[in-house]
């Protein structure tokens, strides 16, 4: 079935750097990656939608100058959140679309950010 | 205001008894809902889904209903196996699912005793 990895899975990163976050489908083509976010006890948010070859659509309230997103081929996405401060601190996870199916998202394994 | 509500945060099944998750939702334009499962360390896995022209679809042990009047969804397991103990995720879309704009619920922890 389709794969997606997702790396790294544990980060803790100083507050003031950049962490960057890797999504890789394995088995599929995936123009079009989702990055979502999920604080404790909550549901996950879509933070930005990433198409290949060309600007990811963020949803309101995502700043794009602080979560990066580059989605230069068809089988890889990046998320990089700049300037990391302690409220940042969160679990990330993406997904994609094999474009063969129609329905159900693959997800990551998701990145626990941690910034002290 | 949270568009997809699941108020059970946990729920316990013995083993081969029915386990019922339950979501609603507020917003009447979901025309396409999904129940993802997801295991501690690991991304959610998809489940089952159900457009929102239909009131039932079966996949084995699993049965999502949908009760658009009451903009009510619920995920039937049956029988439960210690293996379905994890958080399951409500999610609903407003493009049929096929944009990725999944709003999801809080998730309700199963847990399934032997």
């Known amino acids: 079935g389709a794969v997606v990895s997702q790396h790294p899975s544990r980060v803790i990163c100083k507050s003031g750097t950049s962490v960057k976050i890797e999504c890789r489908s394995l088995?599929?083509?995936?123009?079009?990656m989702f990055w979502y976010r999920q604080f404790p006890k909550q549901s996950l948010m879509l933070m930005a939608t990433?198409?290949?070859?060309?600007?990811?659509?963020?949803e309101q309230g995502v700043e794009k100058d602080k979560f990066l997103i580059n989605h230069a081929s068809l089988t890889l996405s990046t998320l990089t959140v700049t300037s990391a401060h302690p409220e940042d601190s969160s679990f990330y996870i993406c997904?994609?679309?094999?474009?063969?199916?129609?329905?159900?998202?693959?997800f990551g394994s998701g990145t626990r950010l941690t910034v002290v | 205001d949270q568009q997809v509500k699941q108020n059970s945060p946990s729920l316990s099944v013995q083993e081969g008894r029915i386990s019922i998750l339950n979501c609603d939702y507020t917003?009447?334009?979901?025309?396409?809902f999904l129940w993802y499962k997801k295991y501690p360390a690991e991304g959610p896995t998809f489940l089952i889904s159900?457009?929102?022209?239909?009131d039932k679809n079966e996949d084995g042990r699993f049965t999502v209903f949908l009760n658009k009047s009451a903009k009510h969804l619920s995920l039937h397991i049956v029988p439960s196996q210690p293996g379905d103990s994890a958080v399951y995720f409500c999610?609903?879309?407003?493009?049929?699912?096929?944009?990725?704009?999944?709003?999801f619920g809080k998730g309700t922890k199963l847990s399934v005793k032997p």
């Open positions: 997904s994609a679309r094999d474009r063969d199916r129609f329905y159900g998202y693959t």
């Open positions: 088995d599929f083509q995936a123009t079009t």
């Open positions: 990433s198409n290949e070859g060309s600007k990811a659509t963020y």
């Open positions: 917003n009447s334009m979901f025309d396409y």
């Open positions: 159900i457009s929102s022209i239909k």
């Open positions: 999610a609903a879309s407003l493009d049929g699912g096929s944009q990725g704009n999944l709003i």
